[in-house]
């Protein structure tokens, strides 16, 4: 080798490999591979000697002093003439003479026990060495997965405009937040009574003769709940309106036989947008789900639980409930039809999941303790999950939890823990505060 690099970053030198040279782009650094172990290596290299066959490098020995370089894909199909396997030894030809690659076999390695076995796994990317650059800075980019939470990533404009307008419409009144619905602009989809209706129609053809009455059972709770209103029906409405298509999905269970779908993403035509089209979706709310496996792997108690009905607990401003509208049927003959709107997020939209995840980190920047400040690494969607060195601390935190999202009119339900507590460990709350005006 030519001049030798002594400091990190992107060189340029010449490789001597037998008696060629070789021009090579290199990322130099003095921190890699020291003191890399080689059991067996010495036997190895002696056996092959008597039988006729050096190898390239004769300084390593059992206790190798480290890596001193490695070839990228690039350059090796440079240096490989072919392959052989003498006495188990896997071997590379190259100019320089033969070198040893994969594993050595146990001979080698004389009164030694088979070594353990570790799992390691490996990322491979495509580094540019154009410009000089450090090392770091490189490596810095292999783990900017931002999807899986690896590193956190800043808001694209988008999402920067979504978390704006969310802090400066939302409002909290007697123990409940309500938002303005996500638009990303002014233009609204265009009303669509008439294919609604049309997708209305099939509910007739269901085979099963209960199905109005299970439906009809659904909305009757939802409206006892808050949840939805009848409103005047509007058909030939010039105005801002759209109606969500809607689907039973029928279930064995005895609890909840039948649950109604929402679905927000059909169009009114070939050239117009769909509700979902039309919201911000906010940041990507997977770049959570890393942190919080991660926290399981620190504590050995866990506590996890949901919050009861989540979406159904944030209210939609007046002036959007216009655009969560759907149609069903007035009663049993299944002949005339009439017209309902959500009071609250609903199931369906693309845009929900983030408006619940903003309520609640809007929730906990709103308290002045310092556990609510600790929660906010402890939600994702719906879900709750926290980590403890000690039983007695899940005793002592989850009634302060609970007070703190029951504030919000979130009450948390199905509790666990891993840890060894008997009975029921947590007070619920009142369990009433579901009652919209």
Not at 24 to 51: C, F, Q, W
Not at 258 to 281: C, D, H, Q, W
Request: aromatic share 10%; glycine share 6%; charged share 20%.
């Amino acid at each position: 080798m030519d001049k030798p690099p002594q400091c990190s970053g992107s060189v340029q030198f010449n490789l001597k490999i037998g008696c060629r040279k070789h021009k090579v782009v290199a990322i130099v650094n003095p921190n890699v591979g020291k003191n890399i172990r080689m059991p067996g290596y010495i036997h190895a290299d002696r056996t092959l000697e008597a039988s006729g066959l050096r190898l390239a490098d004769r300084q390593p020995g059992d206790n190798a002093t480290g890596i001193e370089i490695i070839l990228g894909a690039d350059y090796l199909p440079r240096l490989l003439k072919r392959t052989r396997n003498i006495k188990s030894v896997n071997l590379f030809s190259t100019p320089g003479g033969y070198v040893v690659w994969g594993g050595l076999p146990y001979w080698s390695r004389e009164g030694t026990e088979p070594p353990e076995v570790e799992s390691l796994s490996l990322t491979l990317n495509r580094i540019s060495v154009t410009d000089p650059v450090g090392l770091e800075a490189l490596v810095e980019n292999l783990w900017k997965l931002d999807a899986v939470g690896i590193s956190n990533e800043p808001f694209s404009h988008l999402e920067a405009q979504a978390v704006d307008l969310f802090k400066c419409t939302t409002r909290y009144t007697n123990r409940r937040y309500t938002v303005q619905l996500p638009f990303k602009s002014n233009s609204r989809p265009e009303i669509n009574f008439g294919r609604a209706f049309a997708q209305l129609m099939p509910l007739k053809k269901y085979k099963d003769p209960q199905l109005f009455i299970k439906y009809q059972a659904i909305l009757d709770e939802y409206i006892k709940e808050g949840f939805i209103k009848p409103v005047e029906l509007e058909p030939h409405n010039d105005g801002q309106m759209h109606y969500l298509p809607h689907h039973p999905v029928l279930k064995s269970s005895t609890s909840t036989p039948m649950r109604i779908v929402f679905n927000a993403s059909p169009k009114s035509g070939p050239n117009s947008r769909s509700l979902n089209e039309s919201f911000y979706t906010g940041p990507n709310l997977a770049s959570k789900i890393q942190s919080i496996i991660l926290q399981f792997r620190e504590k050995p108690f866990g506590l996890t639980a949901d919050i009861s009905k989540a979406l159904l607990r944030i209210e939609i401003t007046q002036k959007h409930r216009d655009y969560c509208q759907f149609l069903f049927f007035k009663d049993s003959s299944m002949t005339e039809v009439v017209a309902y709107c959500f009071k609250v997020v609903l199931f369906g939209a693309t845009s929900s999941p983030y408006l619940l995840n903003q309520t609640i980190q809007h929730h906990l920047d709103a308290q002045t303790s310092s556990l609510a400040s600790q929660l906010k690494t402890s939600f994702y969607v719906d879900n709750f999950q926290r980590c403890y060195n000690l039983p007695t601390d899940i005793l002592s935190e989850s009634q302060s939890i609970e007070k703190i999202m029951l504030e919000a009119n979130m009450p948390l339900a199905k509790w666990t823990t891993n840890a060894p507590i008997s009975g029921d460990f947590t007070k619920m709350g009142p369990q009433d505060y579901l009652g919209l005006d």
